[in-house]
C-alpha cells in the first residue's frame, strides 16, 4: 500500500531563512510526487512534481524539491522565504492500484514566515 | 483554481436532507475526483472517476455518492447516511493518470 508521510504539523522560518517542508513516501513501485499549496478556505493549487529524470525538481514561486530515493525523500525547498509564502503545503504520492490511478495525500504542514 | 468551478461555495443543510455538490470543469480532462478535508487533517478520497460512465470508491465512501454521466460534470450527494457530513469538500481533476490534478475553490458543507 501507498503511503505518504509530512512529519512535521508546522514548521517556522523567518523571513529571508531558507525553508524546508518534509515528506516521505512508500509505495510499491516507481514514485510521482506532487507537492500542492493551499491559501485559507480555497483549493489546492499545484507547486512541481517528481515522474523522472533530474532529481532536482524546481516548480512555481521559486519552489523545488529533491527527491531521494535511497532516503525515500521528496523534501520541498526554497532559499529565501516570503511572508506570502506562509500557507498548508501538502505532498502527494501517485500509484495505481488495481489498474486505476490512485493520490494519497499526506496530512499536510503548515508554513508560518515570520516577518 | 482555473477551469473547474464548485458550486455553492457554502452549504448548509439540515440533518437528514440529501444534499448535491456541483462540480463542473472545462479542461477535456478525464479524471475527476472528489476530496473531503477536515480541520487538521490531509485530504481524503471519497471517489473518483477516470472515464464517463465509470467511478470507483475512493477511501471514505460510506455516505456518499456520485454519477459522471458527463465528461465535464461530476456531482457528489452527501446523503442522510453520512453521519459526519460537515467538511470542506474538494473536487479535482486531470488529464491523464501521471498528469497534475487540478482543484476547484471547495464547498464549505455544514450540517445545521
Known amino acids: 500500500a501507498q503511503s505518504v508521510a509530512q512529519p512535521e504539523d508546522q514548521v517556522n522560518v523567518a523571513e529571508g531563512n531558507p525553508l524546508t517542508v518534509k515528506c516521505t513516501y512508500s509505495?510499491?513501485?516507481?514514485?510521482?510526487l506532487f507537492w500542492y499549496v493551499q491559501y485559507p478556505n480555497r483549493g489546492l493549487q499545484f507547486l512541481l512534481k517528481y515522474i523522472t529524470g533530474d532529481n532536482l525538481v524546481k516548480g512555481s514561486y521559486g519552489f523545488e524539491a529533491e527527491f531521494n530515493k535511497s532516503q525515500t525523500s521528496f523534501h520541498l525547498k526554497k532559499p529565501s522565504a516570503l511572508v506570502s509564502d506562509s500557507a498548508l503545503y501538502f505532498c502527494a504520492v501517485r500509484d495505481i492500484a488495481g489498474g486505476y490511478q490512485k493520490v494519497t495525500f499526506g496530512t499536510g504542514t503548515k508554513l508560518q514566515v515570520i516577518p | 483554481d482555473g477551469g473547474i468551478t464548485q458550486s455553492p461555495k457554502y452549504l448548509f443543510r439540515k440533518e437528514g436532507q440529501n444534499v448535491t455538490l456541483s462540480c463542473e470543469q472545462n479542461?477535456?480532462?478525464?479524471?475527476m475526483y472528489w476530496y473531503r478535508q477536515d480541520p487538521g487533517q490531509g485530504l481524503r478520497l471519497i471517489y473518483y472517476s477516470q472515464i464517463v460512465n465509470d467511478f470507483q470508491k475512493g477511501d471514505i465512501a460510506e455516505g456518499y455518492s456520485v454519477s459522471r454521466e458527463k465528461k465535464e460534470s461530476f456531482p457528489l450527494t452527501v446523503t442522510s447516511a453520512q453521519k459526519n457530513p460537515t467538511a470542506f469538500y474538494l473536487c479535482?481533476?486531470?488529464?491523464?493518470?501521471?498528469?497534475?490534478?487540478?482543484f476547484g475553490p471547495g464547498t464549505r458543507l455544514t450540517v445545521l
Open positions: 509505495v510499491s513501485g516507481n514514485p510521482y
Open positions: 479535482a481533476s486531470s488529464k491523464g493518470i501521471t498528469d497534475t490534478q487540478y
Open positions: 479542461l477535456n480532462h478525464d479524471a
